[in-house]
């Protein structure tokens, strides 16, 4: 079983920057993909990025892309998101994630993490 929490969360004004972290507990850490997904009010859980353990490669969704970074250290079991030039579309509960076995190709979909946190809230003022 792996617990995932978050931290960092809270509100920042639009332009402002925040970093998430997402401390995971066990000893495969370094083996999983560590994906950030968000939901806002209303809608839909939505992929935000993820990172594979074992090469380090990267994908973001279209709306983050240049703004924010995920990163991890695999030696603290702590996956990041760094999230720049905030805007309020960018509020919401933002959760972290982890897939034993996902390919890349299927990274993005919220059905192929087994492990979840309990998320975070992010508010971005306008």
């Known amino acids: 079983q792996v617990q995932l929490v978050e931290s960092g969360g809270g509100l920042v004004q639009a332009g402002g920057s925040l970093r998430l972290s997402c401390a995971a507990s066990?000893?495969?850490?370094?083996?999983?993909?560590m994906g950030w997904f968000r939901q806002a009010p209303g809608k839909e859980r939505e992929f935000v990025a993820w990172i594979r353990g074992s090469d380090g490669n990267t994908d973001y969704a279209d709306s983050v892309k240049g703004r924010f970074t995920i990163s991890r250290d695999n030696a603290k079991n702590t996956v990041y998101l760094q999230m720049n030039s905030l805007k309020p579309e960018d509020t919401a509960v933002y959760y972290c994630?982890?897939?034993?076995?996902?390919?890349?190709?299927?990274?993005?979909?919220?059905?192929?993490?087994?492990?979840w946190g309990q998320g975070t809230q992010v508010t971005v003022s306008s």
């Open positions: 066990g000893r495969s850490f370094s083996s999983y993909v």
């Open positions: 994630a982890a897939a034993t076995r996902v390919p890349d190709q299927l990274a993005r979909r919220p059905l192929f993490y087994d492990y």
